[in-house]
């Protein structure tokens, strides 16, 4: 099951100071989603997702993250922000090295982050957001023909809604995380 942690949104400044807007990871201190996470259809935990502080590091606005995975009690901490090239990065060092690429603040198909590459930019196939514009992610196509069940089991995909943040992620043995509730404030520059 995924229950790892992820981002969602970013306000920041680039090298010349100009504020960037990520329309598909918000970032505000007090932003929060928590989604349904399950394994095979069935009910497994909820995770919580929360910006919590803003602080300058290295040069860049910066948001801790905690998320929490059912009743536990101490948060899975990383620090998110906008790089200067307009990549929502998270790092789990507050001096943010090792930062990991997350999403774009304007995502092309086939952009790559990390291991996930842009498949399709589109309405999102949610039901419940289903007027939403979404960025579609993954590792690879688990619709190849003649795909391995291990590889298939390997695929993983996230969808990130315009103005919203993290939709879902899945991956291929079953396990995904959907967002059921959330809150933005706006972002304050």
């Known amino acids: 099951m995924v229950v790892a942690c992820c981002a969602f949104g970013a306000y920041s400044a680039n090298a010349q100071n ?5 329309a598909y990871f918000p970032l505000a201190s007090g932003n929060t989603w928590t989604y349904r996470c399950s394994l095979e259809g069935e009910y497994q935990t909820t995770k919580k997702v929360a910006l919590t502080t803003v602080t300058q590091n290295s040069g860049f606005k ?24 307009g990549i929502v990065m998270e790092a789990f060092k507050e001096t943010l090295e090792d ?20 498949v399709k930019i589109g309405r ?30 390997a695929w993983r995909g996230k969808r990130y ?5 993290l939709l879902v992620e899945a991956d291929g043995a079953g396990g995904d995380c959907e967002l059921s509730t959330y809150r933005l404030k706006p972002a304050r520059r």
Do not use: C, H
């Not at 100009?18 to 990520?22: F, G, K």
């Not at 930062?99 to 842009?118: C, E, H, M, T, Y």
């Not at 809604?161 to 943040?165: E, H």
């Open 99 to 118: 930062a990991r690429p997350l999403i774009s603040v304007s995502p092309k198909v086939n952009q790559g982050f990390g291991d996930l590459k842009v």
């Open 62 to 85: 910066t948001y801790r993250m905690e998320v929490r995975v059912g009743k536990d009690p101490k948060p899975l901490v990383s620090y998110v922000y906008v790089s200067a090239d």
């Open 161 to 165: 809604g315009q103005g919203i943040g």
């Open 18 to 22: 100009v504020p960037i807007e990520s």
């Open 124 to 153: 999102s196939d949610m039901e419940k957001y289903s007027k939403v514009k979404t960025v579609f992610l993954e590792n690879y196509s688990a619709e190849t023909p003649g795909i391995s069940q291990e590889k298939y089991w």
